[in-house]
T-cell receptor, first 114, second 112 residues
Framework: GAVVSQHPSWVICKSGTSVKIECRSLDFQATTMFWYRQFPKQSLMLMATSNEGSKATYEQGVEKDKFLINHASLTLSTLTVTSAHPEDSSFYIC??????????FGDGTRLSIL | GENVEQHPSTLSVQEGDSAVIKCTYSDSASNYFPWYKQELGKRPQLIIDIRSNVGEKKDQRIAVTLNKTAKHFSLHITETQPEDSAVYFCAASKGSNYKLTFGKGTLLTVNP
């Protein structure tokens, strides 16, 4: 149980394009989803917290207009990196949890901007 | 906000030995402490967690201890095996319904 699916697993695109990443909870209702960014050999840095039906809460220093988060249902959240540039290249990983339950992570998306 | 420090950053042990990873936290309101294992290129996986109303929790070869007064918690792995090799992250939050603050991670290498 508690499976989180993240898609795509790898994206390579040109600078200036927008990229959408999906995070789905497959066998539970995720009242909250989290989006993290992880640089090589570093820890997970929380970008934003997303509650179903509400606006996402962004961590300090994370641009809301750059990283658009939508959590329209209890099983799906999306992260859109708008007008991506090389410095946005990173490993993006989502997690999801039901009320009172631990966070479970997706497999992550490796984003490379050329 | 919460600050979680994790040590050591790297740990190398021989197969069969024990491994201990230590974390400290700053916010006395934190009461939920999970540990995640992340293999290279894969998702972090929850291996054990502890809440502040208990001092120790054990699951087979893995145990976690918590000292609320000192604000530190530790992961203990006994009889280590090569497949235990991974990066381990500790984390803290004010409850499982709140966001997690992660430590910087420990790269554990178990040598056969």
């Amino acid at each position: 149980g508690a499976v989180v699916s993240q898609h795509p697993s790898w994206v390579i695109c040109k600078s200036g394009t927008s990229v959408k990443i999906e995070c789905r909870s497959l066998d539970f209702q995720a009242t909250t989803m989290f989006w993290y960014r992880q640089f090589p050999k570093q820890s997970l840095m929380l970008m934003a917290t997303s509650n179903e039906g509400s606006k996402a809460t962004y961590e300090q220093g994370v641009e809301k207009d750059k990283f658009l988060i939508n959590h329209a249902s209890l099983t799906l959240s999306t992260l859109t990196v708008t007008s991506a540039h090389p410095e946005d290249s990173s490993f993006y990983i989502c997690s999801a949890r039901a009320i009172g339950q631990p966070q479970h992570f997706g497999d992550g998306t490796r984003l490379s901007i050329l | 906000g919460e600050n979680v420090e994790q040590h050591p950053s790297t740990l190398s042990v021989q197969e069969g030995d024990s491994a201990v990873i230590k974390c400290t936290y700053s916010d006395s309101a934190s009461n939920y402490f999970p540990w995640y294992k992340q293999e290279l290129g894969k998702r972090p996986q929850l291996i054990i967690d502890i809440r502040s109303n208990v001092g120790e929790k054990k699951d087979q070869r893995i145990a976690v201890t918590l000292n609320k007064t000192a604000k530190h918690f530790s992961l203990h792995i006994t009889e280590t095996q090569p497949e235990d090799s991974a990066v381990y992250f500790c984390a803290a939050s004010k409850g499982s319904n709140y966001k997690l603050t992660f430590g910087k991670g420990t790269l554990l290498t178990v040598n056969p």
